[in-house]
């Protein structure tokens, strides 16, 4: 039996004298479990992940929290009754937790308002329209209660990439403009690649979106070394988005540019709301055995996985959705039935031919965990129309592969193998202007 690394998440309970949190774009404030015979629960922590699309304030505890809620005009505020919970330090210190470039809080605080009541008090930068649920406990957190903000008027994906001055800064759900030292804008033009002939390949603008794995509530997997896959992900898919977006006729999108959580279902919809030609999901799992290497690639299967492994991956990466916390009521169980059914056999075999370019480049870098492109049933991957392929970077698991991960000079060497091989598919499948499946909402 191994030794239990103190950076990996620990389970909530009375013999469990010390806890894991997650950092948050603002402060974590966590305490130890109540002791036994405590009148009222203590809040275990809370976390604020601010984001353009939404902010989300989640409170954990080790019981489930009961709340009402009402929103108050002039000045916008949301004000939250919690019931049954104790006013401790967690809630003391909530203004602390608030950071000045969060696009919908301006101030957050608490305190007693009667007997058994903590009132919290959100004071807004613009209305909001809030979505307040409850998650039962799950992996390494406990009870959680989960505050959404989202704008009255949501954004939209398209009409960002629109108004952004260069595709650089153009981020689905961006955080705040990379500086310049981090991102310099390119001047986009249409592709006019021609093959030996002379013949023109392609007429039109390439977009590809980039989607990288996890984020926010939902670390994805952790490494011996206390790495997180999330950080991982996003850092890769930075480097490959700065990449496409220098490329002459291409432009790249980011379903997620901070900290931040985005559900699978949501991914897939920016991607098609952008009309991308291309959906990349960048990933760096873990297994259950140290020793897995190597790189990998999937695409969507209809008739169940390739191996084992690959069902048992797929369905450790549909579990994003429960760690990252989604309203059950919010989802759209037709959607998703609509998109299984429209994934079309085209469509597929697309992104077999982006796996296998990819997957070639990264034979080059790293040592391949299967030879061939693997399929599974990945939600992640249902778009309709659109090529979708995920990468298995390395094994955030393997320490030698977790090492890798975290320098920087190979993940520049991951992204440019990436993005050779989705030259190397739009080369040979130049993409044409085609009527796309209708948008669905």
């Known amino acids: 039996m191994r030794k239990k690394n103190s950076n990996e998440p620990r389970p909530v309970g009375q013999n469990a004298p010390r806890r894991h949190f997650l950092k948050a774009a603002g402060a974590t404030f966590a305490m130890l479990v109540t002791p036994l015979g405590h009148a009222m629960p203590r809040l275990l922590a809370v976390r604020i992940w601010p984001a353009e699309d939404y902010t989300r304030i989640t409170l954990e505890s080790h019981a ?21 919970v104790e006013f401790d330090s967690v809630l003391k210190h909530l203004p602390d937790s608030v950071t000045g470039g969060d696009p919908y809080i301006q101030l957050i605080r608490a305190g007693r308002n009667r007997p058994g009541v903590v009132r919290v008090v959100v004071e807004l930068k613009q209305e909001i329209k809030p979505q307040i649920f409850t998650l039962q406990p799950v992996g390494a957190y406990g009870h959680r209660l989960v505050v959404d903000l989202y704008p009255t008027q949501p954004i939209d994906p398209l009409l960002a990439l629109i108004e952004k001055n260069s595709p650089t800064e153009a981020a689905i759900g961006d955080a705040p403009t990379p500086s310049r030292d981090e991102a310099e804008p390119q001047t986009v033009k249409h592709a006019e690649r021609r093959d030996p002939a002379g013949e023109r390949k392609m007429n039109r603008l390439v977009t590809v979106a980039i989607d990288p794995g996890h984020g926010g509530e939902d670390p994805g997997a952790v490494g011996r070394r206390g790495s997180y896959e999330k950080n991982v992900t996003l850092k890769i898919a930075r480097l490959l988005k700065k990449k496409i977006d220098a490329e002459p006729g291409m432009r790249a999108v980011l379903t997620r540019d901070g900290d931040y959580f985005v559900p699978l279902q949501t991914r897939v919809r920016k991607a098609r709301a952008v009309k991308a030609d291309l959906f990349l999901s960048i990933h760096a799992d873990a297994f259950v055995k140290p020793d897995a290497r190597g790189s990998s690639v999937f695409v969507l299967s209809e008739r169940g996985a390739s191996s084992a492994a690959a069902r048992w991956l797929a369905k450790r990466e549909n579990d994003a959705d429960l760690i990252g916390g989604v309203a059950i009521g919010g989802q759209d169980g037709h959607l998703a039935r609509t ?13 077999m031919k982006v796996g296998k370019a990819v997957l070639a480049e990264l034979g080059d870098i790293n040592t391949l965990h299967k030879r061939d492109v693997e399929h599974a049933g990945f939600a992640v991957l249902k778009a309709p129309d659109i090529p979708s392929v995920l990468v298995e970077t390395a094994f955030i698991s393997n320490p030698e592969e977790e090492r890798r991960l975290n320098d920087s000079a190979y ?16 080369d040979d499948n130049p993409p044409l202007n085609r009527t796309r499946v209708a948008q669905l909402n």
């Open 64 to 84: 489930e929290i009961k709340a009402s809620h009402l929103i108050v005009k002039n000045p916008e505020r949301l004000v939250i009754d919690l019931e049954g």
């Open 339 to 351: 998109l299984l059914d429209l994934s079309q056999t085209a469509t597929i075999n697309d992104s």
């Open 411 to 426: 993940q520049d060497k991951m992204a440019q193998a990436i993005l050779k091989g989705i030259r190397r598919y739009f």
